[in-house]
């Protein structure tokens, strides 16, 4: 079964700080690997999103690695602010992904920024 | 404002009812989904629709029921069958194809009372 698996499952940091989220995946064929950004009580939002031939990908503070060799994709976020506290959410997209559908969601990683 | 909308945001539900939440897109997106989501689970899927008149079961479909009469529309029943159907549910829409994004809604919490 397609697995998509995510660490730390919770992080907290300092305003002004920065981190990195990790994403480890199982899912083969693999098309493309996005991370969202879901408020509490919100849909997730769309961060980054990269096909299988790009290393990285930028979106203002956020950026987005992977590794499709070794099947693992990381979401470092610089200087960090209040308003990122929030969960990460890593899905990777499987064109064969039968009654799990085409998108393989991570449980994702609630990131908490203190003052 | 294109985008894709749940209603209620919040609702309840006694004990043995069907419940039904709505999912409306005005963005031309062929293909619609809906997740339920618990507390540190991630989302499943629990049933999807590629085109209208036709959707599959999603690994968690029993207790639950959809129709895809329009395009724009994907709702989503919640009958007496489910039994444990206190969660967060997500509805998403995309264009067909598995290389593309989804969208989604803001969600509706449903409880039961």
């Known amino acids: 079964k397609n697995q998509v698996e995510q660490s730390p499952q919770s992080l907290i940091i300092l305003e002004g700080k920065n981190c990195t989220l990790q994403c480890n995946y199982t899912v083969s064929p693999f098309s493309n690997l996005r991370w969202y950004k879901q408020d509490t009580g919100r849909g997730p939002v769309s961060l980054t999103i990269m096909t299988f031939s790009e290393n990285t990908k930028s979106n203002g503070r956020y950026t987005a690695t992977l590794d499709a060799d070794t099947k693992q994709s990381s979401l470092h976020i610089t200087a960090s602010q209040l308003s990122d506290s929030a969960s990460y959410i890593c899905v990777v997209s499987a064109p064969y992904g039968g009654s799990q559908g085409n998108l393989i969601f991570g449980k994702g990683t609630k990131l908490s920024v203190k003052p | 404002d294109g985008g894709i909308t749940q209603s209620p945001k919040y609702l309840f539900r006694k004990e043995g009812q069907n419940v039904t939440l709505s999912c409306e897109q005005n963005?031309?997106?062929?293909?619609m989904y809906w997740y339920r989501q618990d507390p540190g689970q991630g989302l499943r899927l629990i049933y999807y629709s590629q085109i209208v008149n036709d959707f599959q079961k999603g690994d968690i479909a029993e207790g639950y029921s959809v129709s895809r009469e329009k395009k724009e529309s994907f709702p989503l029943t919640v009958t007496s069958a489910q039994k444990n159907p206190t969660a967060f549910y997500l509805c998403?829409?995309?264009?067909?194809?598995?290389?593309?994004?989804?969208?989604f809604g803001q969600g509706t919490r449903l409880t039961v009372v």
């Open positions: 998403a829409s995309s264009i067909t194809g598995s290389n593309t994004e989804a969208f």
């Open positions: 963005l031309n997106h062929d293909a």
